[in-house]
C-alpha cells in the first residue's frame, strides 16, 4: 500500500511538471508570436520540433533576425548562410514583414544581398536593417537598382562593410528614419542621389569617418527634423573637404568631433529647438553657431576659447569659439554700428549646458550669458569627474561688464556636475551667478567628497551668499 501511494504520488507529480510545462502552449498565439519576434529567428525556427502547433508558428513571425554567427559552417562557407535565410525567407508566410535584420559577413555576395532585399521589398518590409561585418577588408556593393522605387519601407539602418552606389532614380517614398554606421559612398552624387530620393525622411544619423570616402558630404532634405552626424577619426581630417546641411525644418541637431575640415554650412533652421556640439575644433570656413540662434535649448562643449573683436575694411567678428565664428560679416561697417551687432543673439534660448573642464571655459560663458536674455536653466559639467585639475586657469575670468538680463529676470535653475571649490576660476563664477541672479530659485552642487566636508562646505557658501528665494543644494556624485 505504502509503495502504491509512492508511486502514485510520483506520477501526479510528473503529470503536474508536464503541465506545467506545457502552459506555454495554451497561451495566445499573438503571445508567443511576440515572444518569438524577440529571438533570433535561427533559435525561433528550432521551436518547430516541440510539437504539431509549433511546427510553423515562426513562419507567421512579423519580425525576423539572420547573424551568420548562428550558424558554425558559415564561417568556411558564406553561401551556407546564404541559402538558409533564402530558404527561411522563402518560407515566411506571416502577411506583412515589419523587419529584417541580416549580420553577413563583407565576402557575402552581392546577388545575395540583392535577393535578400527584393524578397523583403515584396514581402512589403517596413523595417530593413543590414550589417556587413568586414571579412579581410571585402565589402559588399549594395545593388543601388532595388531602391529605384519602394513605397513601404520606413527605417532603414546599414552599418560597416558596404559601399553605396545611387544613381538620380532612387525613391524610398515613406522612408522615415535613416541610420549610415560607417558605410562608403562611391562619389559625391550617390550621397545627394540618395537623400534627394527620401522625400519622408524625418531622423538621420550619420557615424563616418572624414574623407574615408568622399570629402563633400552634402545633405539637402527639406523634411528633416532630427540630424545627428558624428566623426570617428579622433585625429581629425586633412583640412579639405567638410559638409553642407540643408534642412530647413529641422528641430534637433547633434554634431560630434569635428576637427581640421575646410568648410561646415548649415542653413537657416528658424525650427530649430535643441542642438548639442561637441568636440568641434579648426574649421576654415563655418557658420555653426550662428546658425543655431533660434534654439531653445544647447549643449556646448567646446575646446579652449578664444574671443576677439577686430575690425577691418573687410570682416567684423564679434567673438569665436575654437574657431567656430558666432558672428561673421563680410561687410564694411563703421565703428557706430559694432554695439548694434553685439546684441542679444540666442533670444530664445532658455536652457544652456557648458562643460568646464577645459582652458578658460568661463569666456564661452559670459557671451552665452550676454546673448541669451531668456535664458532659465544653465548647467555647467566637468567631464572629468573627481579628477584633479593640476593646471588651473592662469588668466583671471573677466565677468560681464553688465550684469546680463537674464540673470536679472529670468534664471531659476543653476546646476554644476563636478564643482570644485579649491579653484578661484570656479569660486568666482559661482559667486558672480548666485549674487546676480535676482530669480534664481535653486541652486545644486555635485562633487566628489564625503559627506562631512560637503555639510561644511554647505555652511560656508550659505554664509556667503544667504537668500531667501534660492534653495541651495550641495551633494556627493
Not at 506545467?20 to 525556427?45: C, G, N, V, W
Not at 555576395?109 to 540583392?114: E, K
Not at 554695439?339 to 532658455?350: E, H, P, R
Request: charged fraction near 25%; hydrophobic fraction near 40%.
Amino acid at each position: 500500500m505504502e509503495q502504491k501511494l509512492k508511486t502514485d504520488g510520483l506520477g501526479l507529480s510528473n503529470r503536474n511538471a508536464m503541465n506545467k510545462e506545457d502552459r506555454i502552449s495554451d497561451l495566445p498565439e499573438a503571445l508567443l508570436l511576440h515572444i518569438l519576434s524577440s529571438l533570433p529567428t535561427e533559435k525561433a525556427i528550432a521551436t518547430s520540433v516541440l510539437s504539431k502547433r509549433w511546427r510553423s508558428l515562426w513562419k507567421m513571425v512579423p519580425k525576423l533576425k539572420f547573424d551568420y554567427k548562428f550558424h558554425p559552417l558559415a564561417d568556411m562557407d558564406a553561401h551556407v548562410f546564404s541559402e538558409n535565410v533564402y530558404r527561411s525567407l522563402s518560407l515566411h508566410k506571416a502577411p506583412v514583414l515589419e523587419s529584417l535584420h541580416l549580420t553577413f559577413e563583407g565576402r557575402t555576395d552581392c546577388m545575395d544581398v540583392g535577393i535578400w532585399i527584393a524578397t523583403a521589398f515584396t514581402r512589403r518590409v517596413r523595417k530593413l536593417v543590414l550589417v556587413s561585418v568586414y571579412h579581410e577588408e571585402q565589402i559588399v556593393i549594395l545593388p543601388s537598382v532595388l531602391f529605384s522605387y519602394n513605397d513601404t519601407l520606413e527605417i532603414l539602418k546599414l552599418k560597416y562593410a558596404i559601399d553605396l552606389e545611387f544613381p538620380p532614380r532612387v525613391c524610398l517614398k515613406s522612408l522615415r528614419k535613416l541610420y549610415l554606421y560607417e558605410v562608403q559612398f562611391k562619389d559625391e552624387e550617390s550621397v545627394s542621389n540618395f537623400l534627394c530620393g527620401c522625400p519622408s525622411l524625418e531622423d538621420l544619423v550619420v557615424h563616418r569617418y572624414s574623407n574615408a570616402d568622399v570629402e563633400n558630404f552634402t545633405i539637402v532634405v527639406p523634411s528633416l527634423q532630427r540630424l545627428t552626424i558624428k566623426e570617428l577619426n579622433q585625429e581629425g581630417g586633412n583640412g579639405d573637404g567638410g559638409y553642407v546641411i540643408n534642412a530647413p525644418a529641422l528641430k534637433y541637431l547633434d554634431i560630434n568631433g569635428f576637427k581640421e575640415l575646410e568648410f561646415f554650412f548649415i542653413e537657416e533652421v528658424p525650427e530649430l529647438v535643441e542642438a548639442k556640439i561637441s568636440e568641434v575644433s579648426d574649421i576654415a570656413n563655418e557658420n555653426i553657431l550662428v546658425s543655431l540662434t533660434s534654439a531653445k535649448r544647447l549643449s556646448l562643449h567646446l575646446s579652449p576659447l578664444e574671443v576677439s573683436l577686430r575690425l577691418n575694411s573687410f570682416c567684423l567678428v564679434i567673438f569665436s569659439a575654437v574657431g567656430l565664428t558666432l558672428f561673421f560679416c563680410v561687410l564694411m561697417l563703421p565703428h557706430a554700428q559694432i554695439d548694434g551687432l553685439n546684441g542679444k543673439i540666442f533670444d530664445q534660448l532658455v536652457y544652456l549646458e557648458l562643460r568646464t573642464h577645459e582652458t578658460e571655459w568661463w569666456n564661452l560663458l559670459s557671451i552665452m550669458l550676454d546673448s541669451s536674455p531668456k535664458l532659465q536653466i544653465l548647467k555647467l559639467t566637468d567631464l572629468y569627474l573627481g579628477v584633479n585639475h593640476k593646471f588651473p586657469d592662469k588668466k583671471k575670468w573677466d565677468p560681464p561688464k553688465y550684469v546680463p538680463e537674464c540673470l536679472l529676470r529670468h534664471l531659476e535653475t543653476f546646476v554644476w556636475i563636478g564643482y570644485k571649490w579649491q579653484r578661484e576660476d570656479e569660486k568666482e563664477v559661482a559667486t558672480y551667478i548666485l549674487k546676480n541672479a535676482k530669480c534664481l530659485k535653486k541652486a545644486t552642487f555635485s562633487k566628489f567628497g564625503n559627506s562631512e566636508k560637503l555639510e561644511e562646505k554647505r555652511r560656508e557658501m550659505l554664509n556667503e551668499l544667504a537668500s531667501d528665494s534660492c534653495h541651495l543644494v550641495l551633494e556627493s556624485v
